[in-house]
């Protein structure tokens, strides 16, 4: 894999993961009621569970920004949010379509397939650095590209989401602003 595009995912899921963490940080209380609205861990174990999945995502936002290539940093990303996706899966099939995500920046949107589908190919995503580096080096025009690359790529993120939010609104009968139609 080009070095690049490494340092591309890199800083990707260093934003995604931080943003995640400091989202359930900020409202712990919110965050452990969401996780025990998702009725997969037992009632005890929700406390302890709300607390560690934040500190889950805190090491793999710093993991990211210290190493870009580290292979088993690529494969825990990915079996978190392939867990982030089954949770959503399991509620859909359980008919449960007004539990909030819970995702990164403060969202409170309904799951949905689209959501599903989002952390699977984020998921993917992460897994990029696991391929075998090129070789190259990285070059000052590597280093600007990126600085301009990682803007886009977070609003590229923030307009699926709002995409996905809009889409699933409108599907339960709601228009995006939120009154009903």
Excluded at 142 to 159: E, I, K, S, Y
Aim: charged share 15%; aromatic share 6%; proline share 6%.
């Amino acid at each position: 894999m080009d070095p690049l595009f490494a340092l591309l995912v890199a800083l990707c899921l260093t934003l995604l993961f931080g943003a995640a963490a400091i989202a359930k940080l900020r409202d712990l209380a919110a965050f452990e009621a969401t996780l025990a609205a998702y009725a997969l861990l037992p009632a005890p174990l929700v406390p302890a569970a709300s607390r560690l999945v934040p500190a889950l995502e805190t090491l793999l936002a710093v993991g990211w920004l210290v190493r870009l290539d580290d292979p088993l940093l690529a494969w825990a990303s990915a079996a978190l949010l392939v867990g982030y996706a089954l949770a959503m899966a399991v509620n859909l099939r359980r008919g449960r379509i007004d539990l909030s995500c819970g995702c990164s920046f403060g969202s409170s949107d309904p799951i949905s397939w689209w959501l599903v589908a989002r952390n699977l190919a984020l998921a993917l995503f992460a897994l990029l650095p696991a391929l075998p580096a090129s070789g190259r080096s990285l070059s000052i025009a590597d280093l600007t590209l990126a600085a301009a690359a990682v803007p886009a790529l977070v609003f590229l993120h923030l307009a699926v989401q709002q995409l996905i939010a809009n889409g699933t609104a409108m599907a339960r009968g709601r228009d995006p602003a939120g009154a009903e139609r």
